[in-house]
């Protein structure tokens, strides 16, 4: 499937967060409507026409360029590959015959596979065996030949050779049935790689997993994912894997294997306790996380108790897989497919059921496009294995999944063995790196701590089964929609964003890519006037009612009566169409005509009240749908109502908030209470009330513009933990596509892909009942793009792939953290205690627990080398280094220098050996640059900090001239850190590296050597003068360094000032200028937006200024913006314009740093807009002195690597960009509490906590250091 491209985006104006509150903006009826206010001016009419997605074109427009679009719903049918082969059943073990690992594993398989129908589904592909070339991918030419001689080897010989091996029997017939069972895989390789099937299923013995590079081990001779992986990358250019291990035992070599490999992202799930469970090694803790350029990309999670069950099992997948595999975008998922995790089976002692395992497939089918393949490993109960197997393959097919056995609850152990994974891989992964420290669970009296409930065998797994092969409807998506919803119009404004066209462009893509061809069909109806009364008064629906006679005046004399409302005379039997379709849709899905639906309907609902209308909404249809749900099943059957609305569902959350038998969950816009509906009932801690408490979750978002990082986070780690417990009988979404990337109301960057994937993940709940319903959203196009995607998926199509995404919004992830905070007193698959580890003297902070050496029993690695154990797995001080010459560091008794290398790949750094490591241009992470202590503004602590550490940073601009490297991850974040202990634990000079992976993205590296003048830094967080002194006596002087570094940047910097100079003579000689490419006008100490930023100058224009040497708009000195260009003046003035008519301008982007950071700094509103800096402030006392490396006033900000307007910590002395480009600094001074920066741009420094600028004599030996690297010469008067 041919993903949508994605559409342009108008830059959103934003509010200064300084400008003053409106008398109005706190009324709900006035500036708080949804739509913007009323029209003032024929030049507020222009700018509507103008502006709002060209509706002035038509929709016959907007529905070519839909049309154009490519989304052939004939791929919908996908199929699966099949492969087996009875020649597998011909080995056994010859001197025990009840020995488990027996061919009447795979005949059980394949006989319940044709049992329940499932074999003519498939595409069954022929099994051939691997060839010695294929083996040797992984195996070593003298074990491969000496398993080939077993096949000519008598009974005693073969017993002989198994006893040296553990846990082995050999047969004659061994070799070739494991050569067949590789090959197999091989073959389904080929197909999916190829795109001739979407996935498959290899039923293959011997298993593979344990098989080492040189020896058997655990009933394996080859291993199979290995040599598959390898080849996939050999023979198909596969750059990304994934393996997954759900086998009950450690598949400690294929660890082995790829421990060095950040191309393979390995994750075994398994029984551990504490290393007494078979394979009994410490590689097969959390700790081991892999070594060199693998670090990171080996995760295991160790069950240390028996009993787990599907609440772990899926727990886990959410909470840990799929954050990193979102990051990691594998092109191909290989899974070591072991049932012995299976209920009953007497090796593993677990409680997975087979819904457990055709769920955990399921999330998987959302990655690599769905290019997941299935190989058989262990699993020892004949019947369980078989089940399994058949509902894991029931959903490669396409088949909805099961609803899982309640209660959903993950045990206390299981917890805290994924808390541990999380801490050993937070330092590694983006999507890990959002838990925060929680405090302990604090139970209601009498309630119990998280338990399995134990069932017996047969009983659980009777229930499992009858769940997934329960009988499918004929149908699978039923969709309606109707022409007369588009008769509810406004009559004085054809511009309002709430157009009639709204559904029909949804419709017409629909139609446009054959989706409709694969829908039922459904009738429409009106909704009568009891059933209304299901949710609404009466006396409500008869005023609704009487406004089909109204004429003009009186419709809007009565819309002024709600907010945010237009009325028509045709709005009340729109409402009623909206609402009895999407009944019948409801209908349909719980008759069986089909499994799932979409409501392509308008008005819109979710705001409407009991007794008044709201944003556009008159009756609620998702409410009226949920309560005739339950009213058509004769109870109050589980519903789900989950709204991703941008605005937040009042109305829904009012009607059902007592409600335990509805689960409503809101993702919004809030904006501490001022996003519309603007009210504190959209907070996370409106819980629901009286036997609805704990049924209302509120997910609201402020501070950013959010998009699919943030909504994927909050789906796995709150929607569908939450979801899964609760056990919902039907899921109802409120569908609003505002949030969507592009749309005028919302400013929010959802992507239609996103969309896809919170609707697959949805799709697992329910037994597949999900039915989407649409809400708001006024992007025409987005709209289409987006609804369309989730009726694809729907139908089964897979989600296609998100992209390269972005570290959530520390805002978001603050929200996050709040909603679990609130509600894991109701909910046990939310008490994950992740708490930070406790720092030891013996090392620095960078280096984790995993990365301490300790005795261990010494196993041979891949490469046939003995090493201890912890050297396999504790190896913290190894890069990843690309095949082209590289600047790099080298230290050789105790020194360090540069070095040039050519084709290196992997150097290891230690206290006593040859030190050598990649500088990558990306910097680290503020906690990396934390000792065991933590970095703080009390001055006790540079008395306790331990290390000083030397970054070299290589300048992006003059990166896109050099070579491009792929790299296999994005972020790799290098530190060199030149440590010197206090004790004696560890002696000086230790260098260590830190390397952080958190996904794919293409680098550009240079040798710092050939940097051009101004592009290289280096920078070191101060220490005691002990330590000062230590690292200076290395070969690398830091002084000389930051010498080095001051010269070449002020003769880059004099150079780039004066040829602007000459370009703009009138520039203001005390405005110093922005040196990024850009030029943007910079806001002056994140405080407020002088001018309007680059937002408003169009990519068009800057090219061209670019080209033609000029210089775009900057930001004076003066409070007041002064820009001289005309053209940038008109269209800012447009811009504004719109934002008024979107309503956007209505409300303040957010509320004063001063109270984000807890301070109550009461300003006169008239110093709101002053320049004039404090003279004082109490957080002087946290400036640290200027570190002896300098200052790189070019710099990059460390998080995204813009060069647009950055400001550097004074109190960490890290680099982040301001507010009005990612407001990186901000989160950093919200995450750290340091909360004085200066800027790169104009040396002026700001304080977050006072909420102004500050200007004290503490601040002049930075502010002219900054001074003399930028312009060449000190600050006037500084002596």
Not at 283 to 304: K, L
Not at 491 to 518: F, V
Not at 878 to 898: C, H, M, R, V, Y
Not at 1255 to 1265: A, I, R
Request: aromatic share 8%; charged share 20%.
């Amino acid at each position: 499937m041919a993903s949508f491209p994605q559409q342009s985006t108008r830059k959103n104006i934003r509010n200064s967060p300084r400008s003053p509150v409106s008398s109005t903006a706190t009324s709900m009826k006035k500036s708080g409507k949804k739509g913007g206010q009323q029209l003032r001016s024929q030049t507020l009419q222009e700018a509507k026409r103008k502006g709002r997605m060209d509706r002035s074109h038509g929709e016959e427009d907007v529905i070519l360029k839909l049309q154009q679009m490519n989304l052939n719903g004939d791929s919908l049918t996908t199929e699966t590959g099949l492969v087996y082969d009875e020649r597998m059943t011909e080995f056994f073990c010859i001197w025990d015959k009840s020995f488990p690992e027996c061919p009447e594993r795979v005949t059980y398989v394949m006989e319940k596979i044709r049992q329940y129908g499932l074999l003519e589904r498939c595409v069954q592909v022929q099994a051939r065996a691997a060839t010695e070339d294929e083996l040797l991918l992984v195996h070593s030419q003298e074990y491969m030949e000496l398993m080939k001689s077993t096949q000519y080897m008598s009974e005693p010989e073969l017993k002989s050779l198994a006893d040296t091996y553990d846990s082995i029997f050999l047969h004659p017939k061994f070799y070739e049935c494991a050569c067949l069972a590789v090959g197999s895989v091989l073959q389904l390789v080929d197909k999916v790689v190829s795109a001739e099937i979407q996935n498959g299923l290899a039923v293959v013995r011997p298993p593979g997993h344990h098989a080492y590079w040189e020896k058997m081990n655990g009933y394996s001779m080859f291993n199979n994912l290995a040599i598959a992986a390898n080849y996939a990358k050999q023979n198909h250019g596969v750059e990304r894997i994934l393996i997954v291990d759900w086998d009950v035992h450690h598949g400690q070599s294929l660890q082995y294997i790829f421990e060095d490999d950040s191309s393979i992202l390995y994750f075994s799930i398994h029984r551990y306790e504490h290393g007494e469970f078979w394979p009994h090694l410490p590689e097969s803790d959390s700790q081991a996380v892999g070594i060199g350029r693998g670090e990171g990309y080996n995760i295991n999670i160790p069950w240390n108790k028996i009993g787990m069950g599907d609440a772990d099992y899926i727990t886990a997948f959410l909470q840990v897989l799929m954050p990193v595999a979102y990051e990691f975008r594998p092109q191909l998922v290989l899974v070591a497919a072991g049932y012995d995790s299976a209920v009953g089976d007497i090796k593993g002692e677990m409680q997975a059921s087979p819904s457990c395992f055709a769920i955990l497939t399921h999330l998987l089918m959302s990655l690599a496009g769905g290019k997941v393949i299935l190989s058989l490993e262990g699993g020892y109960n004949l019947q369980a294995l078989a089940e399994g197997v058949s509902a894991s393959l029931k959903i490669l097919l396409g088949d909805p999944c099961p609803r899982l056995a309640v209660p959903f609850t993950p045990c206390q152990s299981a917890l805290e063995s994924i808390c541990a994974t999380i801490m050993a891989h937070r330092p590694y992964w983006k999507g890990l790196q959002n838990f925060s420290a929680d405090k302990p669970v604090e139970l209601e009296d009498g309630e119990a701590a998280s338990a399995i409930t134990k069932k017996e065998f047969a009983e659980v797994l009777q229930e499992s089964v009858a769940e997934v092969f329960r009988k499918l409807p004929s149908e699978r998506t039923a969709l309606v929609y109707d022409e007369r919803m588009k008769e509810h119009y406004n009559m004085w404004d054809s511009q309002h964003p709430e157009l009639p066209q709204r559904i029909s462009c949804i419709y017409a893509q629909h139609e446009s890519q054959q989706l409709t061809e694969h829908c039922l069909r459904i009738p429409v109806r009106s909704a009568t006037e009891e059933e209304l009364q299901m949710c609404h008064s009466l006396k409500y629906i008869q005023t609704i009612k009487s406004t089909v006679d109204m004429k003009a005046r009186d419709l809007h004399r009565q819309s002024d009566e709600y907010i945010s409302i237009y009325l028509s005379p045709k709005t009340y039997d729109c409402a009623l169409l909206a609402t009895g379709s999407t009944f019948n849709v409801v209908e349909a899905i719980l008759t069986g005509k089909a499994q799932n639906g979409v409501a392509i309907v308008r008005p819109p609902g979710h705001h409407a009240e009991k007794n008044m209308a709201c944003g556009f909404c008159f009756f609620n249809t998702v409410a009226l749908s949920a309560r005739y749900a339950q009213k058509l099943m004769g109870y109050k059957m589980k519903v789900m109502i989950l709204d991703w609305d941008i605005h937040h569902g009042n109305g829904t959350q009012h009607i059902f908030e007592d409600d335990p038998s509805v689960l409503y969950v809101s993702l919004h816009r809030y904006d501490h209470g001022l996003f519309f509906p603007s009210s504190e009932d959209a907070n996370y801690d409106m819980v629901g009330r009286g036997e609805g408490e704990g049924f209302n979750i509120n997910i609201p978002w402020s501070n950013g513009r959010m998009g699919n990082p943030e909504y994927i986070s909050a789906f796995l780690r709150v929607v569908m933990p939450v979801a899964y417990e609760f056990g919902p009988e039907l899921v109802l979404v409120s569908a609003g596509f505002d949030a969507a990337q592009g749309d005028p109301l919302g400013g929010y960057t959802v992507t239609p892909e996103a969309y896809a994937h919170m609707t697959h993940m949805l799709s697992s709940l329910a037994g597949g009942k999900v039915i989407v319903v649409l809400e708001g959203g006024y992007n025409l196009t987005s709209i289409s793009e987006s609804m369309s995607m989730c009726t694809w998926t729907l139908l089964g199509g897979t989600p296609p792939d998100l992209g390269r995404m972005k570290t959530p919004h520390l805002s978001a992830m603050q929200s996050i953290s709040n909603v679990i905070g609130v509600h894991r007193k109701y909910w046990s698959s939310l008490r994950l205690q992740v708490t930070e580890p406790v720092a030891e003297d013996t090392s620095i902070q960078g280096v984790t627990p995993a990365q301490k050496t300790s005795p261990s029993p010494e196993v041979k690695s891949a490469e046939g080398k003995h090493r201890s154990s912890s050297e396999l797995h504790m190896s913290p001080c190894t890069l990843s280094l690309p095949a082209s010459p590289e600047q790099t560091i080298k230290q050789t008794d105790g020194s360090l220098t540069f070095h040039d290398l050519s084709g290196s790949s992997e150097q290891v750094v230690d206290d006593d050996s040859f030190h050598q490591m990649n500088l990558t241009p990306k910097s680290v992470m503020p906690t990396e640059l934390q000792t065991s202590e933590q970095i703080s503004g009390d001055k006790e602590i540079s008395d306790k900090i331990i290390a000083s550490s030397v970054q070299i940073y290589v300048d992006q601009e003059h990166l896109q001239k050099s070579t491009v490297v792929q790299e296999p991850t994005e972020g790799i974040r290098a530190t060199v850190e030149l440590a010197k202990s206090l004790d004696n634990h560890k002696p000086a000079g230790q260098v260590t590296a830190r390397m952080q992976s958190v996904g794919q993205r293409t680098e550009e590296q240079v040798p710092t050597d050939q940097l051009p003048v101004g592009q290289g830094s280096v920078e070191q967080i101060p220490g005691s003068q002990e330590n000062v002194e230590q690292v200076t006596a290395h070969t690398v002087s830091v002084e000389r360094l930051s010498a080095e570094v001051e010269s070449i940047t002020i003769s880059e910097l004099k150079s780039k000032e004066a040829k602007a100079r000459e370009v703009s003579p009138n520039q203001s000689k005390t405005t110093p200028f922005c040196m990024s490419e850009s030029l943007s006008s910079v806001p002056v100490g994140g405080a407020r937006q002088k001018v309007k930023s680059n937002a408003s100058v169009s990519k068009e224009s800057r090219i061209k200024a670019k080209e033609e040497n000029e210089i775009l708009p900057v930001a004076e000195t003066e409070d007041k913006a002064v820009v001289s260009n005309p053209v940038f003046q008109e269209k800012t003035h447009q811009e504004e314009l719109l934002g008024e008519a979107t309503g956007w301008s209505n409300v303040l982007r957010s509320v004063p740093f001063c109270q984000l950071f807890g301070n109550d700094v009461s300003l006169e509103s008239g110093t709101l807009y002053a320049v004039t800096p404090l003279p004082w402030c109490p957080h002087l006392e946290t400036v640290h002195p200027v570190p002896s490396s300098g200052l790189n006033v070019l710099q990059t900000c460390s998080d995204c690597g813009t060069e647009r307007e950055n400001w550097v910590c004074l109190v960490c002395y890290q680099v982040y960009c301001g507010r009005y480009v990612n407001e990186h600094m901000l989160m950093h001074g919200l995450s750290t509490g340091h909360l004085l920066v200066l800027s790169y741009t104009d040396l002026s420094v700001w304080c977050y906590g006072c909420e102004s600028y500050v200007h004290n004599k503490v601040l002049f030996e930075v502010q002219n250091t900054a001074h003399r690297l930028k312009y060449g010469e000190h600050m006037a008067g500084f002596n």
